[in-house]
């Protein structure tokens, strides 16, 4: 009963202006992406399907049934997205597939962007601030979801290279930049939690490791700025980058995990890239968060801290800092292995795991929403001097560093399979 | 003006932030799952086609 009551905070009606608002962005959203998504399908068909048609009858008549089947298939789809643009085969929609494709124009840049312009241009009321702080954190429902599309090799596969790379460049990087100011001469507070912040996840991590390394609340904010700053500029160049240097959706979801700082901005990136690129980068911060307890240890070591009061054991830590939210991710994968009947899989239709495959979008839109919405560049100005250059130093060092890794490992290691 | 009692606010002070959007997250993620178990077609007819207007 005490859990239930802790669950709810109080005053929680305050939430309800800022989340319904970031709901309503969200589905105006889906829905101009939706629809662009229809016509940039349409505007392919249309130039396709005269080809296919040509392909196919050559393919019938060389008696190949392997090309014939295939092609029919091929036919078929594309016919379906000419008709749900209600249009006929010679008409086009270029504008869509420039905005959509080429400019990438899509439900999360639309989301991020807008909700940047809105918070910084035209402003939001401070009514709505506590729901939009509520809305970012939506995406881990959205993130447990997706376990439906993970089976146990991929974790083993994936997982496995994605903790080596996990673990390699956290305490890297944790260490450098640790280093970095102590002998520059910032304080203990903030540059242990720079280390953990650049570090690891971000804005978790920063919160986690703030109490242990006794940070001042502006030295959360010039750390939290520094991420915040670091991961909106990253987010928007890398996927860019990616496609310019043709990385790999495999890779660049890994090249994400690695190098984009905060959970919610990293898996924006990724899904912003592809599905396949979402899937891996979600699977390898998974792995990057569950660390987030051992750097809170490692800072205890590093700065050499005495317990003053604090139970900062390793269990202890380990207890109070493990996210939680991982445990439902990886129970659906559990279950998704499985392969029961009852509940089916992303791709069986009718089937319980399919039904929540068409879900789990709308929680990262919601999140998406909250994110844009939050971003203030007034706090990200707040970000300044030399913890600032370290962290932002450490923080392109490892995007750099990781995009070697990522393209020495290869696609396949990283891979999600699904189980196809 | 609704006060707030001393022990809801102790209450909500034994979990951190963190571990209460965690618990909430899982909350909600079971949610879907059951109302997927009940009604899958539904469901994926709401989400896929009814919900766009455009």
């Keep these: 009963m005490s859990l239930l009551r802790a669950m709810i905070v109080p005053g929680w009606t305050r939430i309800i ?29 249309s130039t396709r399907i005269p080809d296919l048609k040509r392909r196919l009858a050559l393919a019938t008549a060389a008696g ?12 078929k789809k594309h016919r379906k997205a000419l008709k749900k643009a209600g249009g006929k085969v010679g008409q086009s929609w270029s ?30 009321h401070k009514i709505f601030r506590p729901g939009i702080a509520v809305g970012r954190p939506l995406i881990k429902p959205g993130i447990i979801i997706l376990g439906v599309h993970y089976i146990w090799s991929d974790v083993l596969r994936v997982g496995g290279a994605g903790i080596l790379l996990a ?8 260490i450098a930049v640790m280093w970095l100011c ?65 990385v790999s959706q495999s890779q660049f979801g890994a090249w994400a995990a690695l190098a984009i700082l905060n959970t919610a901005q990293l898996i924006a990136a990724a899904e912003w ?9 979600v699977l390898i911060n998974a792995a990057r968060i569950m660390l987030i307890p051992l750097i809170v240890v490692f800072a205890v070591w590093f700065y050499g801290l005495k317990s003053k009061g604090q139970d900062i054991g390793f269990w202890s830590t380990m207890g109070k800092k493990f996210p939680v939210f991982i445990l439902g991710f990886f129970l659906l ?18 089937t319980p795991f399919w039904a929540m495959n068409a879900v789990y979008k709308w929680f990262f839109a919601i999140g998406f929403a909250g994110i844009g919405l939050s971003i203030s560049i007034d706090d990200m100005k707040k970000a300044g001097g030399v913890a600032f250059l370290i962290g932002s130093g450490a923080a392109l060092a490892k995007m750099i560093l990781g995009l070697i890794a990522v393209l020495i490992i290869g696609s396949q290691l990283l891979r999600v399979t699904g189980g196809q | 003006m609704k006060t707030i009692s001393s ?48």
């Design chain 1, 273 to 281: 890239y592809g599905d396949e690129a979402r899937n891996t980068a």
């Design chain 1, 182 to 246: 102590r002998r520059f001469g910032v304080s203990d507070g903030l540059g242990g939690i720079m280390g953990a912040g650049t570090g690891v996840c971000g804005v978790s991590a920063i919160i986690a490791t703030s109490p242990v390394v006794g940070a001042k609340p502006r030295d959360m904010a010039y750390a939290i700025g520094t991420i915040l700053l670091f991961g909106t500029a990253m987010l928007f160049i890398m996927p860019y980058l990616g496609q310019a240097m043709g």
């Design chain 1, 333 to 350: 994968i559990l279950l998704n292995s499985l392969g029961l009947d009852s509940l089916g899989g992303p791709k069986t239709a009718g």
């Design chain 1, 167 to 174: 673990a390699v460049f956290i305490f890297g990087t944790a």
């Design chain 2, 7 to 54: 022990s809801d606010k102790g209450a909500a002070a034994s979990l951190t932030p963190e571990k209460r959007e965690d618990l909430w997250a899982i909350l909600i993620a079971s949610g879907v799952l059951v109302v997927c178990l009940v009604a899958p077609d539904a469901i994926h007819n709401f989400f896929k086609n009814l919900i766009y207007l455009l």
């Design chain 1, 17 to 45: 202006p800022g989340l319904l608002l970031c709901v309503v962005f969200a589905f105006v959203v889906m829905n101009i992406d939706h629809m662009l998504s229809k016509y940039h399908k349409a505007d392919v068909a």
């Design chain 1, 95 to 124: 504008w869509a597939t420039f905005l959509y494709q080429k400019l990438q124009f899509k439900y999360v840049a639309m989301l991020l962007l807008g909700g940047i312009l809105i918070r910084n241009v035209f402003g939001v």
């Design chain 1, 64 to 75: 190949d049934k392997k090309a014939t089947v295939r092609l029919g298939k091929a036919l």
